[in-house]
């Protein structure tokens, strides 16, 4: 009966370090913009079409 009271303890324990993380991050607005970075992956970015990388060179490194 003592291990049941042990595993209460330590999901209220869990639970309230879950609330508490929740809460910061209402606090510090991480939850403010969720609709931007959605559409951010449907747009190409500019670098995206830059041809100077260099393993599309056509070198190889034959070491």
């Known amino acids: 009966m003592s291990a049941l009271y042990m595993l209460i303890g ?3 324990t869990v639970a309230l370090i879950f609330l508490a ?3 910061w ?3 510090s ?3 403010r913009d969720t609709h931007t970075p959605a559409m ?3 747009f ?3 670098s995206a079409h ?4 260099p ?5 190889e490194n034959n070491t």
């Open 50 to 53: 830059d041809n100077s990388h």
């Open 29 to 31: 607005e991480q939850y």
């Open 21 to 23: 993380a929740f809460l």
């Open 10 to 12: 330590c999901s209220i």
């Open 40 to 42: 951010r992956m449907l």
């Open 25 to 27: 991050a209402l606090r």
């Open 55 to 59: 393993r599309d060179s056509g070198e």
């Open 44 to 46: 190409e970015e500019e």
